[in-house]
């Protein structure tokens, strides 16, 4: 009888041991988090009042395909409009490490586990504020919004490219989108069925469509897209690095 309890009483002794050593390793994650976090708070630059995000970025197109590939794009410019959530983040994650490495030394398990908890819930409320921050560069929301307040029956949406670099207006609106370049991307195949109806428009029947009646909202990416050259337009909202442009003024 004495020889199992034994056994197990070495095995609970190993046990511990080895939580022990887990919650060093995840103090030391969480100390390295918060000091690179803190660094980048210092290093970073808050971006004068009005500044679009967009302004402040290094845009790596070529990487977008990869989950995150977005944020390859930040600069220590940029950085300074994450001021507010980087600093709880980088906070949460060392009182929330500290905190239950000191509560389990004190044999408080319960405790560490609220300590951890509790960081990981304001880990969440800071990434979802980042997030807020940064979504004019992934979504095209507010462009959406602005065409809503001014858009009526018969009125069209043209993308400069392909659909689904611009595909947030099809979802925020419900308006069908119609694409200014070669076939190709996401709704090609679909264009291929007898009766589909003509979504992408070439050089000419985009000027025939500019300068007719029906007012028409361009989604582009530049200042000064090529396919406005010698045209009328009028700026209607500009986001995130995107400009809605219209052949009519904002009514």
């Given at each position: 009888m004495e020889a199992p309890l034994k056994k197990a009483g070495s095995i609970?002794?190993?046990?511990?041991?080895?939580?022990?050593?887990g919650n060093m390793i995840d103090l030391a994650v969480g100390v390295i988090i918060a000091v690179v976090g803190f660094a980048l708070l210092i290093f970073s630059k808050a971006p004068a009042p009005g500044t679009d995000l967009a302004d402040l970025l290094?845009?790596?197109p070529q990487d977008y395909a990869l989950s995150f590939g977005h944020f390859l794009d930040l600069t220590p410019q940029a950085m300074g409009a994450f001021r507010v959530p980087l600093?709880?983040?980088?906070?949460?994650?060392?009182?929330?490490?500290?905190g239950n490495w000191i509560l389990r030394r004190r044999g408080q398990a319960g405790a560490g586990n609220v300590a951890l908890a509790t960081m990981m819930v304001i880990l969440l409320a800071c990434?979802?504020?980042?997030?807020?921050?940064?979504?004019?560069?992934?979504?095209?929301?507010?462009?959406?919004?602005?065409?809503?307040?001014?858009?009526?029956?018969?009125?069209?949406?043209?993308?400069?490219?392909?659909?689904?670099n611009a595909s947030t207006l099809?979802?925020?609106?419900?308006?069908?989108?119609?694409?200014?370049?070669?076939?190709?991307?996401n709704m090609w195949y679909g264009t291929q069925f007898p009766?589909?109806?003509?979504?992408?428009?070439?050089?000419?029947?985009?000027?025939?469509?500019?300068?007719?009646?029906?007012?028409?909202f361009l989604w582009?990416?530049?200042?000064?897209?090529?396919?406005?050259?010698?045209?009328?337009?009028?700026?209607?909202?500009?986001?995130?690095?995107?400009?809605?442009?219209?052949?009519q003024p904002t009514a």
């Open positions: 609970w002794a190993d046990f511990k041991k080895f939580a022990m050593q290094r845009k790596h600093f709880g983040f980088s906070l949460a994650f060392l009182l929330g490490a500290l990434v979802r504020i980042a997030f807020g921050i940064f979504s004019p560069i992934l979504s095209s929301k507010d462009l959406a919004l602005a065409i809503r307040e001014q858009y009526k029956p018969g009125d069209q949406i043209v993308v400069i490219g392909l659909y689904e099809n979802f925020y609106t419900g308006i069908p989108l119609h694409s200014l370049r070669t076939p190709g991307g009766g589909a109806p003509r979504v992408f428009e070439t050089e000419a029947s985009f000027v025939e469509m500019w300068k007719g009646p029906q007012r028409v582009a990416e530049e200042d000064e897209p090529s396919a406005l050259q010698g045209l009328t337009s009028y700026v209607i909202a500009r986001r995130g690095g995107k400009i809605i442009f219209s052949n």
